[in-house]
C-alpha cells in the first residue's frame, strides 16, 4: 500500500514539475519570440489609443457644454489624459525602433516623460480635491496652486538633471537612482491620493444623509482614491524591482508580457475607470467647485 501512495505520489510531483516547466518554457518562448512581442505592444498601443480618443470626447463634450469657462482643471485633466495615452500608444507602435535609439537617453526620455506627465495628470485630481477640502473647512487655498506648480518643477528638474547626467555618463548606477526617483515620486502620489481623498471622503461622510448628490459624490472620491493609490503603489513597488532586478527589466524588448502586465495594471486600467468616474458633464448654469486654471 505504502509503495502505491509513494509512486502515485511521485507520478503527481512529476506532473506538477513538467507543468510547472511548460510554463516556464511558454513565458520564455513569447519574451523571445519577435512575433508576440510585436503582438503585445500593439495590442498596448491599440489601448492606449482607445483611452486616449475617450479622454478627447470626454474633453470635446466639456467644451460644448461650458466653453465660457476657458481652461477649467477637468478640461486640463482630460487634455493630458489625452496627450499622455496618445504618446504611449505611438510609443509601443513604434517599441522596436524606440529600442534602436542611440544615444541611450533618448530611449529613457521617451519611456519615462509619459509616466511623468502622468503624475501631473492625475496630481490635478488631488489639487482640485485639496481646493474643494479647504474650502469647505473656510480654509485658505491660495497657496494650494503655486505648490502644485513647485513640487511639478522640482520632480521635472530632478528628473531632466538625472537624464543629463545619465547621458555625459551612462553607468548603471545612474539608471538606478534615475528608476529609485520615479519610485519616490509615484509613492509620493499615492501618498496624496490617500491624504486627500480619505480626507475629502470622511468630511462628506459626515455631511447630512439628506444631502443632494452626497452618495454619488462619496461614492466617486471614495472609488478614485482607491483606483489611484493603488495603482501609484504598484508603480512604486515595481519600479524599484526594475531598478535592481534585470528579470523584472520594463526596459527591454524580450519583456513583454511583464510590459503588458504592468502598464495594464498602472495606467491603461486606472486612467480607463477614472475616466468612467468622472463621466458627468458639468451643469451648464449655477456651476460650483468648477475651477479654471489660471
Known amino acids: ?73 477637468q478640461k486640463v485633466f482630460h487634455f493630458l489624459n489625452f496627450l499622455v495615452n496618445g504618446v504611449r500608444s505611438v510609443v509601443f507602435v513604434l517599441r522596436c525602433n524606440v529600442q534602436l535609439l542611440q544615444p541611450e537617453i533618448i530611449q529613457h526620455v521617451l519611456l519615462d516623460m509619459p509616466g511623468l506627465a502622468f503624475f501631473t495628470t492625475y496630481a490635478l485630481l488631488v489639487l482640485f480635491w485639496a481646493e474643494i477640502y479647504y474650502q469647505a473647512r473656510a480654509m485658505s487655498t491660495d497657496g494650494l496652486r503655486p505648490t502644485f506648480y513647485w513640487i511639478n518643477g522640482v520632480v521635472y528638474a530632478i528628473q531632466i538633471i538625472l537624464w543629463l547626467v545619465l547621458w555625459w555618463k551612462p553607468v548603471r548606477v545612474m539608471v538606478i537612482m534615475s528608476k529609485m526617483f520615479f519610485a519616490g515620486v509615484s509613492l509620493f502620489a499615492a501618498l496624496g491620493f490617500l491624504l486627500y481623498g480619505g480626507r475629502l471622503f470622511l468630511m462628506l461622510q459626515r455631511f447630512p444623509v439628506e444631502s443632494k448628490g452626497r452618495r454619488k459624490k462619496l461614492q466617486e472620491v471614495g472609488y478614485v482614491t482607491t ?14 524591482l526594475n531598478a535592481f532586478d534585470k528579470a523584472a527589466d520594463l526596459d527591454v524588448l524580450n519583456h513583454p508580457i511583464l510590459n503588458f502586465f504592468y502598464y495594464l495594471l498602472v495606467e491603461i486600467v486606472p486612467s480607463a475607470l477614472v475616466l468612467f468616474i468622472l463621466r458627468k458633464l458639468p451643469p451648464k448654469r449655477g456651476i460650483t467647485q468648477y475651477h479654471p486654471i489660471h
Do not use: K
Not at 7 to 27: F, R, Y
Not at 39 to 64: D, K, M, P, T, W
Not at 227 to 240: A, G, P, T, W
Open 1 to 73: 500500500m505504502r509503495g502505491v501512495l509513494a509512486v502515485e505520489a511521485a507520478g503527481a510531483a512529476a506532473s506538477s514539475a513538467s507543468v510547472l516547466n511548460g510554463a516556464v518554457d511558454w513565458w520564455r518562448d513569447v519574451n523571445e519570440s519577435p512575433l508576440w512581442q510585436d503582438r503585445i505592444f500593439h495590442a498596448l498601443a491599440v489601448l492606449y489609443g482607445i483611452v486616449s480618443a475617450v479622454a478627447l470626447v470626454q474633453l470635446i463634450r466639456i467644451e460644448c457644454r461650458v466653453p465660457e469657462y476657458g481652461w477649467t482643471t
Open 227 to 240: 483606483i489611484c493609490f493603488s495603482c501609484f503603489l504598484i508603480r512604486c513597488v515595481m519600479m524599484c
